[in-house]
């Protein structure tokens, strides 16, 4: 005999949301898993690209919004209220290649609201989400509830002249550490992703159309392949490459004023 538990899970496909899934990171974890066989839906705020995933992933869901506007973010969260899912990944961001000092006002905004303020509101509906359906036991067979968010490597570095992006992204690590903890009574997984430098189209936009420069730098396919590790094995915080977590955990043993020297002097050198 059944127990209610497998009776409701075992109807389902599993399906995920990517919040940031029009592009890079985001689009090649939806493609991923859409190969696996689940049903996949990508959230992101570029028509073309929008678009483009329609003719090219017909099976894809798409959902429009700027995650900067908090009505459109308000209005998508009550769209998807209506729909189970079983994971979501938090990829958009929004990074450049100023330092802090030299953000107008515009883009500080924008680093803020998508890498931090968004994700935030984003993470607490989805866990209410999760939770609701953990009372329910809605949730595909063999497929334990996750929340997954991109951050970077460069949030795992504590140092005063962080820039923005940084310091956001830290925070965002930290944030999914207290819902890691938070969840944990619910069996749903957090996990939080901090790589180094991705091949991704915007990574190249970023610099004229090359990125080789960048250091330890993996393609997108690499990316992946580390990404769904990380998922599979629970991870907490993943670190990759191996050669950038090596840097940056040596990096935080320094003492603060030299480890601010060191990469204030890197940091801003023309590039
Ligand atoms: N590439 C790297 O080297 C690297 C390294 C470490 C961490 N990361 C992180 O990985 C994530 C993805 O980066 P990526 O290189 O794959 O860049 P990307 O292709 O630009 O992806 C960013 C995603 O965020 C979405 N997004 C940006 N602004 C948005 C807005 N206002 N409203 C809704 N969605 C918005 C984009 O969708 P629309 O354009 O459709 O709005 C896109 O789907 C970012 O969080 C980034 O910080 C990247």
Redesign the pocket.
């Known amino acids: 005999m059944k127990t209610h538990a497998e009776d409701t899970a075992e109807n389902h496909t599993p399906h995920i949301i990517i919040v ?8 090649a974890l939806a493609v991923h898993h859409h190969q696996l066989g689940w049903q996949v839906s990508v ?4 028509v073309a ?2 678009e483009s995933i329609n003719s090219q992933y017909p099976t894809l869901k798409t959902y429009a ?4 506007d908090d009505t459109q973010i308000k209005n998508l969260l009550q769209t998807l209220s209506s729909v189970r899912f079983d994971r979501l990944i938090y ?5 450049l290649n100023e330092r802090v000092q030299h953000l107008n006002q515009a883009d500080s905004d924008k680093m803020l609201a ?2 931090l303020q968004a994700f935030e509101q984003v993470f607490r509906w989805a866990s209410e989400q999760l939770k609701q359906q953990h009372q329910s036991l809605d949730f595909a067979k063999d497929c334990r509830p996750s929340l997954i968010c ?4 460069a949030g795992t570095m504590d140092y005063p002249y962080a820039s923005l992006y940084a310091k956001s ?1 830290r925070a965002m690590i930290a944030t999914a550490s207290a819902y890691r903890l938070a969840l944990d009574p619910y069996d749903i997984q957090v996990t939080c992703i901090a ?4 091949d ?4 190249h936009d970023l610099n004229d159309g090359d990125a080789s420069h960048k250091p330890f730098i993996m393609s997108v396919q690499m990316a992946v392949v580390e990404v769904m590790q990380a998922i599979d094995n629970d991870v907490e915080l993943a670190i990759f490459p191996r050669s950038m977590r090596y840097i940056t955990r040596t990096l935080n043993h320094l003492p603060k004023p030299l480890l601010n020297w060191i990469l204030r002097s890197k940091l801003d050198k023309p590039s």
């Open positions: 940031g899934g029009t592009s890079g990171i985001g689009l959230v992101g705020s570029n690209k929008i919004c700027d995650l900067t990829s958009a961001g929004s990074y998508i890498n991109i951050a970077s490597i992204k790589s180094g430098y991705i991704t189209q915007a990574l």
